[in-house]
């Protein structure tokens, strides 16, 4: 949606707490960072991801090795889905989110602060890029299910 202050259009990206980090109650501290850092949420749900789901969101690593592995582990519990909406949101949150390896994630990233070793264990998903974003979130929600709304701060939170 477009900023009512500064009427620049806002971006969106799909973030997703994964099987293990709600195994582990991390859904809180990641929800908070989000918000903290200034961005606004439309959109919400815990879901058991349905397997046909899993692999259009995961379409491009089908020809992986660990893509059977990645499937199961995203099967092995429900995940929290969130859109969040803000400037620049998709490239800051893969800043926040940390390299996808958390060996080589940095502290201060979620990534990085609660994650070890295990590489398809990284607890959180964030979409790569604007048009990854736009497609993941029309697989994950429904239009109905994203809430457009303005925030009492907004004029804070945007660049002008
Ligand atoms: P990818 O889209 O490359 O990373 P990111 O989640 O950081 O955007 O990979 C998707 C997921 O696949 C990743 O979060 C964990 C898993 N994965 C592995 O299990 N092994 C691997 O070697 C890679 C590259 C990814």
């Known amino acids: 949606s477009v900023c009512l202050h500064c009427l620049t259009l806002w971006e969106r990206t799909l973030i997703a707490v994964k099987p293990d980090g709600v195994h582990r109650r991390l859904v809180g501290q990641i929800i908070q960072r989000f918000e ?7 959109g919400l749900k815990m ?9 259009q969101h995961y379409c491009q690593l089908r020809s992986k090795p660990f893509f059977p592995r990645l499937l199961e582990y995203m099967s092995s519990g429900p995940v929290v889905a969130m859109v969040w909406e803000g400037h620049k949101v998709v490239q ?10 958390p ?8 990534r990085g ?9 990284n607890v959180v998903h964030a979409s790569d890029s604007l048009e990854g974003a736009q497609r993941e979130i029309q697989l994950w929600f429904t ?5 457009n709304w303005d925030c009492c701060d907004q004029s804070f939170t945007c660049e002008l």
Request: proline share 2%.
């Open 47 to 55: 879901l058991k991801v349905p397997e046909d789901l899993l692999t």
């Open 36 to 42: 903290q850092r200034g961005f606004k949420l439309v």
């Open 92 to 101: 800051a949150s893969r800043v926040m989110v940390g390299h996808t390896n």
């Open 143 to 147: 239009g109905k299910e994203l809430v």
């Open 113 to 121: 602060d609660f994650s070890v070793l295990i590489i398809y264990r």
């Open 103 to 110: 060996a080589e994630a940095q502290a201060g990233t979620v």
